[in-house]
């Protein structure tokens, strides 16, 4: 009878250990073995990106000088306005043309802080990149200016022409000078879009 006894206080002392201390101890170490494994999943993580990283700074040290010139020309980290003008006048120079009543808007002041753009519903799309619309009046010749169009349209800056207004000078009649008639003059209103990434 002390034998069953004893017995089943052995066994009742090795459900009390296994309830009070062997159990809370094995969960405690699974959830430990979780947060292992999800740091050993966030450290292969930033190792790839890692890898990632030297892949693409090897790419990019590929580039020559001027190239990375060209690609910064093209979608420039910040805005600078007097050099967008100045690029526009330079393009303008080689036809004659002169560049006048310059506005420059960006579109990011009356959104406020955010880069994102309100959508029909108003949802709002996000967009890694930022514009600044420029507006100016040429007057030349109608082929001037389709020759001067190609050479914004060529040039390595990214724009995007959003308006075009053509309106004709005043005196436009033919001038007759000798046998030659010459070209009539137009007012051309542009407005351009250009982007950079903020």
């Not at 009390?16 to 979780?34: G, I, K, S």
């Not at 050993?40 to 010139?69: C, H, M, P, V, W």
């Not at 960006?106 to 799309?125: F, I």
């Not at 169009?149 to 033919?174: C, H, K, Q, W, Y």
């Amino acid at each position: 009878m002390t034998k069953s006894i004893l017995s089943i206080l052995f066994i009742g002392a090795a459900i009390m250990v296994f309830a009070l201390y062997v159990r809370p101890t094995y969960d405690t170490v699974q959830q430990n073995r979780t947060k292992v494994a999800r740091f050993d999943e966030a450290l292969a993580k930033t190792r790839e990106i890692q890898e990632l990283k030297n892949s693409l700074l090897s790419r990019y040290n590929l580039f020559a000088g001027a190239n990375l010139d060209r690609l910064q020309k093209m979608l420039p980290d910040h805005v600078d306005n007097v050099r967008l003008v100045l690029d526009m006048d330079g393009i303008a120079a080689r036809y004659g043309i002169r560049i006048q009543n310059v506005a420059v808007q960006e579109s990011g002041k009356d959104r406020g802080a955010s880069s994102g753009t309100v959508l029909n519903g108003g949802v709002t799309q996000n967009r890694p990149y930022q514009s600044l619309t420029l507006q100016f009046e040429v007057v030349s010749t109608y082929d001037e200016f389709v020759l001067l169009l190609r050479d914004l349209e060529s040039s390595l800056r990214i724009v995007d022409l959003v308006t075009l207004s053509v309106r004709p000078r005043p005196g436009n009649r033919a001038n007759l000078e000798g046998n030659a008639v010459s070209e009539p003059l137009y007012t051309f209103g542009v407005s351009l879009r250009t982007y950079w990434l903020p």
